[in-house]
């Protein structure tokens, strides 16, 4: 059983060149046209007084060119907005992503997070992405252990921001870019408010999300509590429990000045019913192969973050956090969809970090434009002890200690980006500088004790260049170059499992190259188009023991979607107004079209793994003012492997699915959701890993309702 934790406690001149060379274009070219910003200067004022109930939102699926501490231009940045469909139930990341192109969400029987993008590496626990919270890393070690084994739930987050390869200067150096839940604020327009909302379904689900928020005087607040059960869909053992929860206070010193203040906590425990060999799939996929693994997880983070205006050009933010995650499991000994022996592997890691992170915002006249600055740091460090055992019998919670390892990781990072506009055009040169040291001893615990000990420092400089020319109507081209690196984690780049050798491993290093057209020229309609490159050499892989380069992936194609209103389209179609009492029918569709190789190392001429040559989602969103929602979603994944090496025992088959959800109030404090996923009752599966094929989903539903005063 799990332990209760201890307290909180490359560069290529290339690209460099080119860059260098398209600045002096660009300034050479400087347009002497008005901005919007220059345009409305001209105006007379108008001040509209107005209690405001929630922190506004990015209601548009694109970012704006700067928001807060951060620069957006001439990056392809989406915003996710949760709210345009009915609630999304137990964090269904294949319904929360359905309007957005290129994502895997490979679906499991765990309530673990899965998400891979553009062939870049595995999806498994979102490991080639930065996933963060407000702005604040959520994986217990980002360098040293980079995978997420918790996201927020879906009803406390107001959007999800998603940033490709330019993200790499903003938050981090993964290659895949970063995915950060906005979470929600508390209205300010009352004392007291609670919701809560029930969900009952498929397989004994029951899932409850219960908040409470207010404001009185300088203080505002915002907390809710989380639950969801269940037995699974697998004969045996595929059964979990998550909690959690978080308490919010917002003190807003002055008009210029606020203090968030959050403390999160929660627990998953789950069984991993394993993988099936296909001749197993076959026969039945709902069999249980391992009846005794199973994972825990703990974890308490608290931050604090100032937000300060010195002015109406100038705004700083400074984030700080704290945390502590202990994470156990124990695994039968076996391949793939097999057990081969009675004994068990029982894994005991904890992780204690802690960090900082300022960010400055400067805006400025210069050149006849005005130009936006941003800069800013990270530091963090994490200790991280683990043990690992070994149990005589599969059910042993405890058993013979093998290895002791203590690991540390100490991170720190600038960056700096500058965005100068010249009339309609702007361009956003960056930097950011990465510095990671990492440390590790290992103890062999046996018959004769060993030691063995290791360190690692590495230092990468990281570039990128921005473009973005406003064609007027809410309309852009946009283009980004930027450099990206995945730091090689303690297993790869110290100290390798027994036998193996890491001589060859390097950091992975990439460039991330973008050219689209994005626009929301009409309330009804809205559009994101896009070629892409992603060049990422030495790219890690397994050949036998040794961890090594398994050659360059490049990968390229297009991305583009969507979205059209066909009510609003016909009423400014004909001048009527039907949508004020018919609603909204949102039709939206996109498409990733992918062609992606291995250059160089074992397996050259080979496709990377999870790189399906499309990807395609589609659906219709039926709106009204009321709150009735209806969606029905879907996806057409194609055929593709779930290996550098194209093992035929990891290929996933083509496969498409749809969903069917509603939300509808009743009264104004209470309202009703019903969903039936996977409608059509496909069998396919979306991840293949060392234990074997993980089957999906097939056809399951949910009803409940939620109550707000």
Known sequence: ???????????????????????????????????????????????????????????????????????????????????????????????????????????????????????????????????????????????????????????????????????????????????NYVSSMPRTDRLFGMQTKHIFGSNDLYSTFTSIEGSAGKWSWYGWFNHRSGTGFRRANSDFNVDGGRLKLIYQQATDTRWIFSLDAGSDRHGEPGGLTAVAYNADRNQ????????????????????????????????????????????????????????TAIQHQQFYNWGIEPRIRHDYELWGGEHSLA????????????????GAFPTDNIGTVNTVASRDVIYGSFFVENKFTFGRFTITPGFRMELVNQNITVKNIGVVNTQRDASKFDKQPLFGLGLSYDLGHQSAVYANISQSYRATTFGQSLIPAAGGTASDVAPSQGWSYELGLRGNP????????????????????????????????????????????????????????????????????????????????????????????????????????????????GTLMARHNGTDNADARFDIPAYTTWDLTAEAPIGKNFSVMAGLNNVFDKHYYSLVNSSGIIPAYGRNFYVGGSLKF
């Open 1 to 179: 059983m799990p332990s209760t934790f201890a307290p909180l406690i490359r560069l290529s001149t290339g690209p460099i060149i080119g860059a260098s060379a398209i600045l002096f274009l660009a300034l050479a070219s400087h347009s002497r046209s008005q901005t919007a910003r220059q345009i409305a200067e001209q105006l007379p004022e108008i001040t509209i007084t107005a209690e405001a109930e929630r922190e506004p939102q990015v209601i548009i699926p694109y970012l704006p060119p700067v928001e807060g501490t951060k620069i957006y231009a001439g990056k392809k940045a989406s915003s996710l907005n949760i709210q345009a469909l009915p609630q999304v139930q137990a964090n269904n990341y294949s319904q929360a992503f359905a309007m957005t192109p290129g994502l895997i969400t490979a679906e499991e029987s765990t309530p673990l997070v899965s998400l891979g993008y553009r062939g870049i590496g595995s999806p498994d626990r979102a490991q080639y992405f930065m996933m963060l919270q407000d702005g604040i890393p959520i994986a217990a070690d980002p360098q040293g252990y980079p995978e997420s084994y918790w996201t927020p739930p879906l009803e406390s987050t107001q959007r999800i921001d998603f940033v490709r390869g330019g993200a790499s200067l903003l938050y981090g150096p993964q290659p895949a870019g970063a995915m």
């Open 288 to 343: 249980t192969v391992r009846l005794t693994d199973r994972f825990h997880l703990s974890r308490v983070v608290a931050s604090a973050e100032l937000q300060h205006k010195f002015s109406s050009k100038t705004e700083l933010s400074v984030k700080t956090w704290a945390g502590a995650y202990d994470r156990w499991s124990n695994r039968q000994t076996g391949g793939f969809g097999t057990v081969t022996a009675p004994t």
């Open 375 to 390: 800069a800013g740091m990270q530091f963090y460090m994490c200790h991280s002890p683990r043990k690992d055992a070994t």
């Open 522 to 633: 009409k309330p009804w309609f809205s559009y994101d188009t896009s070629f892409f490159l992603v060049d990422l050499d030495d790219k890690l892989g397994t050949a036998g023991v040794n961890i090594q380069s398994v050659g360059r992936s490049i990968n390229y194609g297009w991305e583009g979607a969507a979205q059209f209103d066909v009510i609003g389209g016909l009423d400014a179609l004909n001048g009527t107004h039907r949508g004020e009492r018919l609603g909204a029918l949102n039709l939206y569709g996109n498409v990733s079209l992918l062609e992606a190789r291995l250059s160089g190392g074992v397996n050259n001429g080979g496709t990377p793994q999870y790189a399906p040559p499309y990807i395609i989602r589609t659906g219709v969103i039926y709106k009204r003012q009321s709150g009735l929602k209806i969606a029905f979603l």
